[in-house]
Structures are given as C-alpha cells and as structure tokens.
C-alpha cells in the first residue's frame, strides 16, 4: 500500500484503504438479499392498502418517479465509484467534505431507528402468534422496549462474526421471506376463485380510486409509499465488498422487481381477503393467509407469524450491518473517532455496530420505558404514537439524502466528465429524467408526510408536524456538530498504514481471503 496523508489527495483515506481491510464476498445474490431486507418491508402494505384501490395509483407512481429512477442514479453512481460508503463518498465527490458527511448522516440515522421498528414488528408478530392460542403477552411497552433490546443484541452478535456466514443466514431468511410473500399472495385468489367477495370495492366507479387531500384524505399514503422504498443505495454501503460490477446492475434490476411484485400481491391480499375495520393492522397480512385458506389457514397463519418474526431479525441484522459501514468509513477518514474503524480478527467493524446497536438501545428504553409512563396518558396508545413518528420522521430525513443523490448524478456528470462517459449506463437525457422525476418525487413525499398524520385518531395535524419538526432539526443540527467537532480534530500527519493500523490492531489475514 502505497503510503499517503490525507491532505495529498482529494480521494477521501477509506476509498484508498477500505478494500484492503474488508473482504470481498458479496455476489448478485447477496445483494439482492440485502436489498430486499432494506427497502421490503411488506408490513407496510396494511397502511396503503388501507387507503383503498388508490393505493395502486400511489404505489405504481411510486414505483416510477421514485424507485426506478433512483435505481438507475444509483447504478451509475456505484458503477463509477464502488467504494464503501455509497452516499457518503458519491456526495464528497459532488460538493466536498461537509456536505458528503451531511448526506451520509441523513442517510445512516434512518438505519437506526428502523432497527427500532424492527424490534417492534418482532414484539408484535409474536403477540399475534400467542394471540391465535387466546394468549396474550407483550401487551405493555416496557416490554416491547425489551424485545427491542433483545433484536438488537442478537443483530449485533450476528453482525460481528464472519460476513460469508452471516450473509448465508440472510439468504436463507430472504428465500424463506419470499416464500411467505407468495402464500400471502395466494391467500388473495384463493379467497376469490372459492366463492368470497372481495373486502375492498376495486370497482372503478366505485369512489375508491379517487385521490383526496386534507387531514383525512388519502394523499398521505403517497408518503407512506416513498417510505416503503427508501434503501436503493444501501447494498453499496458495503462497494468495496462486492465481487463484481455486475453484482451492482443486477442487484439493481432484480431487487425493484422483487420489491414491486411484492407489495403488489400483498396489498390486493389484505385489500381482497381481510375486512376492512383490520386492513390497517400491521398483522393483517397474516390474517389473510388464515381467511383464505380456510380448514388449513391457521396453521398457515401461525407459520406466517413464526416466519415474519424471524423477518424482523433478518431485516434488523441486514440494517446493523449495512449501515455500520457509514460509521465505519467515518472513521478510517477520521469525521467520528478513529476507533469507530476497529475491525475484528473476520475483518468486521464491530465497533461500528456496537456503537449503533448501543444508541438503538438507548432509544428503545427513553421510547418504550420511560416516555410512556410519564406522559400522563395511555401507555400504549403513546407507544403506537410513537412508533409512527419515528416513521414519519425517518421518511423525511431519509429523503433529504435522496434528493442528495439524485442531485450528485448530475453534478458528478459534469466534474468528471471523461470518466462518466466510460462507465455510462445510459444516455446522459436518462439521468437527467431520473433526477428531476426523483426529485419531484421526494419533494411530494416529503410534502404528503407532513400533510395529515398516518394516525389521525391519536394526534392532530399540528402535534404531528410539531414531532417530525423537532426530531428532524434536532437530527440535522447533530449531523452538523458531529462534522465540525470532527473536522476540528483531523490529523493532516496520519499515513495510510498508520490508519490500517488502528483499524486492524491485531487482526490478521489477507484481503484476498473470504
């Protein structure tokens, strides 16, 4: 390694050294899993299938301004620059070091509270579970503060061993995931072609394709549906990881499919087979597999649950993981503490995770065990509360990144010219289209999660936009005093191998082994 400081070059120190710490041992199939476990949460197919047949206006204009767009931005951008970090590096390249910092902390911060919802849907599953055998547990909030705690710890420990094995547990969870998905599906038709009349009027005259606005129209689905496709960019978190290039165009082309095939079939199964009073709950998918196959669904039903709880294990390790990499990159370029680079002796950043998995802790215990039960109301009601907010707020400071993204396409086309045209994917008016679409479509997704709250019988319009407000400044002011606390403590003297170094520690091996 050839040795360099970090004032020689524009070239941030992890895009120099990243890949000579980590493995390389991501293949098409692999990305394809992760990307599944990031952007597929079906969970949310209740909430827009709850909206009626407009929610297929709003997921197929989902699936075209934002999704396939934002596919395509990101395949150019990882072609050109694979390196760990995605957003983090490709925004350094497209405005400097702030403003790259910037974008990759409203990209990373997300990742943790999703952890959280991860926690959650497992909590709620297994009280769905127990519930089919008239039993109920996990009925207050302190103790789906614990089974948060709990899924982060076993994410944590899974996300520290060797990726190679724990990446296999993922693809098996991703195939096992998939299969749930299809019976799901089927659940649907099998509801219909035995005689069932639809749950939900799909008639086109029907009134429920009209789109409507105010605190309790459905335009806040539109919202709700940037939410449920938010990710695209995050498999590359882990660039310098993957084994090919054409690991990252194909991930990029199979993983949408996968993603809009499956809300697709989920929302028409919960919209055909589940009364509409239990469409918004978040276990009515499981209660479609139960109503449409009949003597059997039970059974199934309780199959499902079992499968979705571990879902919510799978997905929260793939998002520890994934998104530990930022923290770590961070590190080797010395914006957070150097020691947020360790690596373990299977070339892991541990400490990046441990770091997440500590702040996830920290807010499962202020959310779910202190808040409730000294706010004066119903702690459960609160919990529910909060758990939308934080929703709510992820899908905005998860945009903020986005529209990041979808300016530094642009930006990068025309500071580095020659090189785009090397590894261009497209002609040049395709990634113009896609930025302004993607932009746009941030834009109206931002502005339809602000509009009405997703749960209008617990708070009103202004008490929503209050809370999103107040996390969402609190959260960019951090990302800001981070950056120049940071910044003010960089070393100009450090050498590339004096970084490895710190990194590594004692861990030893070749980069070349997996």
Not at 287 to 292: D, F, I, K, L, M
Request: hydrophobic share 55%.
């Amino acid at each position: 390694m050839e040795t360099t400081v970090e004032s020689s070059s524009d070239v941030l120190r992890s895009e120099r050294i990243a890949g000579g710490i980590l493995y390389k041992t991501l293949n098409t199939f692999d990305m394809v899993a992760i990307f599944v476990a990031i952007v597929l949460f079906i969970t949310n197919s209740p909430g827009i299938a709850s909206a009626g047949p407009v929610a297929y206006i709003y997921l197929v204009a989902g699936f075209l301004t934002f999704l396939i767009p934002g596919a395509v931005v990101t395949g150019q951008l990882g072609r050109m620059f694979p390196k760990e970090g995605s957003i983090y590096v490709w925004t350094n390249k497209a405005f400097g070091h702030f403003w790259g910092f910037f974008a990759g902390f409203c990209a990373w911060w997300p990742g943790i509270f999703v952890v959280v919802v991860c926690g959650s849907l497992v909590s709620t599953f297994i009280s769905d579970l127990f519930a089919r055998f008239g039993v109920t547990v996990l009925d207050k909030p302190w103790e789906l503060g614990l089974v948060i705690i709990a899924v982060t710890a076993i994410s944590f420990w899974l996300s520290a061993v060797r990726f190679r094995a724990a990446q296999n547990l993922v693809n098996i969870m991703f195939v096992v995931y998939g299969g749930a998905i299809l019976l799901i599906g089927l659940a649907g038709l099998l509801w219909l072609v035995t005689g069932h009349a639809t749950h939900t009027n799909l008639a086109f005259n029907g009134g429920g394709w009209n789109i409507t606005f105010g605190g309790v129209g459905n335009f806040t689905i539109f919202g709700f549906v940037i939410l449920a496709l938010l990710g695209i960019e995050v498999p590359l978190n882990m660039g310098v990881e993957v084994t090919s290039d054409r690991a990252v165009t194909r991930y990029l082309i199979w993983g949408p499919i996968v993603v809009m095939v499956a809300y697709l079939i989920t929302t028409f199964a919960i919209m055909v087979a589940v009364p509409g009073t239990d469409q918004a709950n978040l276990p009515a998918m499981v209660e479609g597999v139960h109503n449409g196959f009949g003597g059997a669904g039970q059974a199934l039903a309780v199959i499902v649950d079992v499968i979705m709880v571990g879902w919510g294990l799978y997905a929260a390790l793939v998002y520890n993981y994934s998104f530990g990499r930022m923290i770590f990159v961070s590190g080797l370029d010395r914006r957070l503490p150097p020691v947020m680079s360790k690596v373990n002796a299977a070339r892991v950043p541990w400490v990046a995770v441990l770091v997440q998995s500590i702040i996830v802790t920290v807010i499962a215990i202020v959310v779910y065990m202190i808040i409730p039960y000294i706010a004066g109301t119903n702690p459960a009601n609160l919990a529910n509360l909060m758990y939308y907010i934080l929703f709510a707020s992820i899908t905005v400071i998860w945009c903020i990144s986005m529209i990041f993204q979808f300016i530094d396409v642009i930006v990068i086309r025309f500071k580095y010219h020659e090189a785009f045209k090397t590894v261009r994917l497209a002609p040049d008016w395709v990634f113009y289209l896609c930025s302004v679409v993607g932009l746009l479509a941030s834009g109206v997704g931002l502005y339809a999660t602000v509009t009405a709250p997703w749960v209008p019988s617990l708070i009103d319009t202004r008490g929503w936009d209050i809370w999103i407000a107040g996390i969402v400044v609190v959260s960019l002011i951090a990302a800001s005093t981070i950056y120049f606390l940071g910044h003010a403590r960089i070393r100009d003297d450090v050498t590339d191998e004096q970084a490895i170094a710190v990194s590594m520690g004692s861990a030893g091996g070749t980069a070349e082994g997996a």
